[in-house]
């Protein structure tokens, strides 16, 4: 079976993501809440769906501004429902609202969703996946795992012969700093 790092480059839609995001630590808390909603939107597809669909998504979701999204209403939730352009699925659409209104509190409390990350960091997949499941909804192993490594808090991401890597690991991302 072949490795991410070994299909995805040079691909139309894998390359770029490999190349320049897949594991880089990332700060902006609207970055990370896109990345949450992409990976609760990738469950049961294919990732090479969801980054077909990406630029729809983030107009769909006013670019993942974490305010906005939080303050959505039922007429939102009917035009997202309706958006050829994303994953039509009402429980991942209620969990996008839902999980930008947790992270107003998270933001409210420990002043960013990266610094909420940070505070809890270093946790084993299964200590983040309850504490995800605590917090948010439609969170379950594989999508806490695939967010927690696509944004550098869990190891994974690249094969250490990956030239990536290299890229990566001069950034110190959080879970080479345990």
């Given at each position: 079976?072949?490795?991410?790092?070994?299909?995805?480059?040079?691909?139309?839609?894998?390359?770029?993501?490999?190349d320049n995001e897949?594991?880089?630590?990332?700060?902006?808390?609207?970055?990370?809440?896109?990345?949450?909603?992409?990976?609760?939107?990738?469950?049961?597809?294919?990732?090479?769906?969801?980054?077909?669909?990406?630029?729809?998504?983030?107009?769909?979701?006013?670019?993942?501004?974490?305010?906005?999204?939080?303050?959505?209403?039922?007429?939102?939730?009917?035009?997202?429902?309706?958006?050829?352009?994303?994953?039509?699925?009402?429980?991942?659409?209620?969990?996008?609202?839902?999980?930008?209104r947790r992270l107003?509190?998270?933001?409210?409390?420990?002043?960013?969703f990266a610094a909420?990350?940070?505070?809890?960091?270093?946790?084993?997949?299964?200590?983040?996946?309850?504490?995800?499941?605590?917090?948010?909804?439609?969170?379950?192993?594989?999508?806490?795992?695939?967010?927690?490594?696509?944004?550098?808090?869990?190891?994974?991401?690249?094969?250490?012969?990956?030239?990536?890597?290299?890229?990566?690991?001069?950034?110190?991302?959080?879970?080479?700093?345990?």
């Amino acid at each position: 079976m072949s490795s991410y790092c070994q299909i995805a480059p040079g691909h139309p839609f894998h390359g770029s993501y490999h190349d320049n995001e897949y594991g880089f630590p990332l700060r902006d808390d609207n970055l990370l809440f896109e990345r949450l909603i992409l990976e609760i939107n990738q469950a049961g597809l294919s990732w090479l769906t969801i980054l077909k669909k990406r630029e729809n998504f983030r107009q769909a979701y006013h670019n993942f501004n974490i305010d906005i999204v939080a303050a959505y209403d039922e007429s939102d939730k009917i035009r997202l429902l309706s958006d050829r352009g994303i994953i039509r699925n009402r429980l991942k659409i209620d969990a996008a609202i839902e999980n930008a209104r947790r992270l107003v509190d998270i933001r409210n409390e420990y002043g960013s969703f990266a610094a909420w990350l940070d505070y809890h960091h270093p946790l084993s997949k299964p200590e983040w996946t309850k504490l995800f499941k605590k917090n948010f909804r439609f969170t379950g192993g594989e999508i806490v795992g695939e967010f927690l490594m696509s944004t550098g808090y869990l190891p994974g991401a690249h094969e250490e012969q990956c030239p990536v890597y290299a890229k990566i690991a001069k950034l110190n991302p959080p879970w080479m700093q345990i």
